[in-house]
């Protein structure tokens, strides 16, 4: 028998999709992040709000399969030997921070009135941190790849892990009687060691088989479903073996990374991902239920405070104990305060199995909600409360009484090339930058660089600008270059200046502040990129070299006339009709013509 839906099912979809097209650009446009955008979006369209859904844990339930692909992409990002390369940060500095978040807000459960069972499960379910809250925050801010995020990243997967063990713990909390005897709970604890057991072996000797043969096949969508086969297959296998359909993902992943299909099946699983992605929180906003907070929020509010308050300060102890900066340290604690999605799932096990009752449930997985949505505000108010991080000078010299032929302003990788033609000649060099980072990198390699500013004079003359030959400023900023060109120019008129141009209009900027060379990087490569290609398309070499130096040869009279012009279209005017036309292509002896008649080339009027 068919079954129809009607007109209100499709209404509630296009509320959901309505709500977050609204409100996610809204709130990225006010700073507050898309995941607070995607939880009041929620709020508004669920019961308390629109009242288009009555049962948010349905959606909840749905939108936990974007938390499931989220992991299988981590997965799919952590080879087991990167896994093994940060052992030390997931079991060690992982388990650290469990342990002692886990131990202080027990204790704050404790002295809170509650029985020791319920007091260890609210606050170990707390300690479990968001995962996609704190990867969306991370990606937003395009920070996920740093060190500080990377030892985030870890101890996030070391909870992840830690709801195995903790499910564990509750059974084995189970009042007696309540789920019969102690064998049936052994006897489930085995069933989840075996069903991981299976899936490790599925995924060693079955996985990378199933997609060779899928792949030999062509079919496109064939890729697809088989990716979301793996994906949700997992999560199923580890749900029925009472584990956590995330983690069985997660490890679905680790298994799949070293897999040459693991850049395709990341790609066909990224827009499911994005999509239940934003529906999860889109559930945990609806989930958020006012009724509670409007009867219990004295007592709401005192577990909000008094849990992510100890859960920071036990983070930031564990963070300044093995040895991070402070400022990475507050970072961390602010970020990693709040509860996470896992906190759910430990919770519902703790009430289905007699620890919590219906009223201590609703009103600490209000808790974890009111903390999730808490946790972007708080890393606005953190990020902007913050000073400015202030670099490092350990081990770095500053530039002061620098004698030597040739100064380098900024050794980035021009800087770096730039330099090495000088001293292979034997020709002394100092060099200055003021990006501390590059300085430390730079001394690995044998490079001496000191630190200083170039557009202040007070460091040109530290660094010798009034005794050098040449001065060569090679910094990436067009702007900063101009302002060190005009200064060494007015300061030091006797040393030749040369320096590195972004592009066309700074080239002429450059030109009139009367430098005595300057050159678009880009432009150059680009002219030994074409030769490479006439060489390619069996162009005699001197033939090439010739037509590129022709390009060459035009493209700086159009740059003098323009220059002189004043702007680019009196130049472009002045040059309208001057074309290139260089002999046609000829293949070597005995070979084909490999790309036909060449056409008459015409010389764009204005290149990059």
């Not at 989220?70 to 030390?88: A, H, I, N, T, Y």
């Not at 990341?266 to 929180?281: K, M, Y």
């Not at 530039?399 to 900024?410: F, K, P």
């Not at 060494?488 to 141009?501: D, G, K, T």
């Amino acid at each position: 028998m068919a079954v129809e839906s009607g007109p209100g099912d499709l209404i509630r979809v296009v509320a959901l999709l309505g709500a977050a097209v609204v409100a996610v650009p809204l709130f990225r446009r006010l700073g507050l992040g898309s995941v607070l955008g995607y939880l009041a979006a929620g709020l508004a369209i669920g019961p308390f709000g629109l009242g288009l859904f009555s049962d948010p844990q349905a959606i909840l339930h749905i939108a936990e399969l974007g938390v499931v692909m989220f992991l299988f992409v981590v997965g799919l990002e952590m080879q087991p030997s990167r896994l093994w390369r940060m052992r030390r940060q997931i079991f060690g500095l992982g388990t650290l921070q469990v342990i002692a978040c886990g131990a202080l807000l027990t204790g704050v459960g404790l002295l809170g009135g509650l029985r020791p069972a319920v007091a260890f499960v609210a606050a170990m379910g707390f300690v479990l941190t968001s995962t996609a809250i704190v990867m969306q925050i991370l990606e937003e801010r395009g920070v996920i790849t740093t060190p500080p995020a990377q030892r985030i990243v870890a101890i996030l997967l070391l909870e992840d892990l830690a709801i195995v063990p903790l499910l564990a713990i509750v059974a084995l909390l189970v009042p007696a009687g309540a789920m019969g005897d102690s064998g049936i709970r052994w006897a489930e604890i085995g069933i989840a060691l075996g069903t991981l057991a299976a899936l490790v072996a599925a995924g060693v000797w079955l996985l990378n088989p199933l997609f060779r043969v899928l792949a030999r096949s062509g079919a496109r969508e064939v890729m697809t479903a088989a990716a979301l086969l793996v994906v949700l297959g997992s999560a199923l296998l580890m749900q029925l073996g009472g584990l956590s359909m995330a983690m069985g993902a997660f490890l679905a992943g680790v298994l799949l990374s070293e897999s040459t299909f693991r850049h395709q099946l990341e790609a066909e699983i990224e827009p499911f991902r994005g999509l239940l992605l934003g529906l999860f929180f889109l559930g945990v906003g609806m989930a958020l239920d006012l009724r509670v907070i409007a009867v219990d929020w004295p007592a709401i509010v005192a577990w909000v405070i008094a849990f992510m308050a100890f859960k920071s300060v036990a983070i930031y102890a564990v963070a300044r104990a093995t040895r991070a900066p402070p400022r990475d340290a507050v970072y961390r604690s602010a970020l990693m305060a709040q509860g996470g999605e896992f906190a759910f799932v430990l919770y519902a096990t703790a009430a289905a199995s007699g620890i919590f009752d219906a009223h201590i449930h609703a009103v600490f997985t209000t808790v974890v909600i009111v903390s999730m949505a808490l946790t972007p505000l708080i890393m606005l108010l953190v990020t902007r409360l913050m000073p400015a991080p202030k670099a490092s000078m350990d081990g770095i010299d500053l530039a002061d009484g620098l004698e030597a032929t040739v100064l380098v302003i900024g050794f980035g990788r021009f800087g770096q090339i730039t330099s090495q033609a000088l001293l292979a000649r034997g020709i002394s060099v100092s060099i200055i930058d003021n990006d501390t980072d590059m300085i430390r990198a730079a001394a690995g390699f044998g490079f001496k660089v000191y630190y200083g500013d170039g557009k202040r004079l007070d460091v040109l003359l530290a660094s010798g600008a009034a005794k050098v030959r040449a001065i060569a400023v090679c910094v990436e900023k067009p702007d900063d270059a101009l302002k060190i060109a005009e200064l060494v120019r007015h300061e030091f008129p006797v040393a030749r200046v040369l320096v590195r141009a972004y592009d066309r209009g700074h080239a002429i900027k450059l030109m009139d502040l009367g430098v005595d060379y300057q050159i678009r990087e880009t432009f150059e490569s680009a002219l030994a990129f074409g030769e490479a290609a006439l060489l390619a398309l069996d162009v005699p070499a001197t033939e090439a070299a010739e037509t590129v130096a022709d390009v060459r040869r035009r493209d700086l009279e159009r740059l003098t006339l323009q220059q002189t012009a004043g702007d680019f279209k009196a130049g472009r005017d002045l040059l309208r009709g001057n074309v290139i036309r260089p002999a046609p292509l000829t293949p070597a002896a005995g070979q084909r013509q490999p790309i036909g008649e060449a056409p008459a080339a015409v010389a764009p009027t204005q290149p990059a």
